[in-house]
């Protein structure tokens, strides 16, 4: 069975054992759009013996949550090269789409288990996406004072300039405006957006709250690893999933991260690698937090950047290396984590 999701609508093809297409469906994205897929996939008269969906972390996640509780084996559908030049040359339509993963699934080119979607990795993915989007709008309201600050009269100028973020919020808190005039506009716009901002700061200090207690209580084993805070495991705790044995080894994790160095040799220039820069970023960034901590306060990894830099190597490349063994060191704490009863219990 192959899956290609939208948000309105998913459209399914099943093939037999040989290749040969046995129907297509178009269901809605609700509850019984998705119990309709499944009953009509197994009546084609054919043991199902998997689904190949598209967007199983978007428009695929309802779906992909009911295939896996009704215990059907559900792999990502991802797109290789060789799919994009199919859809250059014969064409693209939402049937050819399920087709093409379907076919996919039946030569065993598809090995990427879905993330599952029902427990704290779930609810700190939802969490994040909360506090990225305070922080982001509390940046777009500090940018716009620093703004109003260019275009203000001299006298309000002169009193807010060459003041940090936070001073400036404080300042603008405490002005009071008159009752009309240029001056006074500007006063209450800058006190309008300071209100603003520590509004949407005290909102990412209770998300930060309510993260670092599920984190607690989740994986406290990676708290303990040196440089990784609250926010550093959480990062990686979404990255990974509910479910991190769905990547079969620390290289898999170290690629999803963008950490694993990618072979570019050929011929005489075989063995040489070049830098990844695919992979989650998110995850990526947190692992450089780790090796930007570690290098300012453990000793070990100072002894190992001396050694390095003795070699000839540059900072940057000692930093590629030292976020590749973080990777392997991180991947092994989650894997411990899965395996707690707790933690089995939690996914």
């Known amino acids: 069975m192959g899956v290609d999701t939208h948000r309105d609508f998913n459209v399914a093809a099943a093939l037999d054992e040989r290749g040969r297409k046995l ?12 119990q309709s897929l499944l009953a009509w996939a197994r009546s084609l008269g054919e043991t199902v013996r998997g689904f190949a969906l598209e967007g199983t972390g978007s428009y695929g996640a309802s779906l992909t949550r009911h295939l896996l509780t009704a215990g059907e084996f559900v792999v990502e559908a991802t ?66 004072m620093r703004a109003i ?21 404080e300042r603008c808190l405490r002005l009071r405006p008159a009752a009309e005039g240029l001056e006074a506009a500007a006063k209450r716009t800058l006190r309008h957006l300071a209100r603003r901002c520590r509004m949407l700061t005290e909102e990412a200090d ?50 999803m991260a963008g950490v694993a160095p990618l072979p570019t040799g ?7 690698h070049r830098l990844n820069r695919g992979g989650n970023r998110q995850a990526n960034n947190a692992l450089w937090t780790v ?23 540059s900072k940057k490349e000692i930093v590629r290396c030292l976020k590749r063994y973080v990777a392997r060191e991180i991947y092994r704490t989650l894997l411990a984590r899965y395996r707690r009863p707790s933690a089995l219990a939690s996914t």
């Open 23 to 34: 129907g297509t469906l178009t269901v809605p994205t609700t509850s019984a759009g998705n």
């Open 79 to 144: 797109r290789p090269r060789r799919d994009r030049q199919a859809s250059r040359n014969d064409g693209k339509s939402d049937f050819m789409d399920a087709l093409r993963a379907a076919k996919a699934l039946l030569a065993e080119d598809l090995d990427i288990a879905p993330k599952h979607r029902d427990g704290d990795v779930e609810v700190l993915r939802l969490l994040l996406i909360a506090k990225r989007s305070a922080v982001k709008a509390r940046t777009q309201a500090v940018n716009a």
């Open 266 to 272: 050929s011929g005489l220039t075989s063995g040489r």
């Open 149 to 169: 600050l260019v275009t203000a009269p001299d006298e309000l100028r002169n009193r807010l300039r060459g003041t940090s973020k936070d001073e400036l919020i």
């Open 206 to 255: 209770q998300v930060d709250a309510e993260v670092a207690e599920i984190v607690r209580r989740a994986a406290p084993e990676l708290l303990e690893l040196h440089g990784v805070g609250t926010g550093t495991a959480a990062t990686l705790l979404v990255a990974a999933g509910d479910n991190p044995t769905r990547m079969r080894s620390e290289a898999s994790f170290a690629h």
């Open 291 to 313: 090796v930007v901590t570690r290098m300012r306060t453990d000793e070990r990894t100072q002894k190992y950047l001396a050694r390095r830099t003795a070699e000839g190597k």
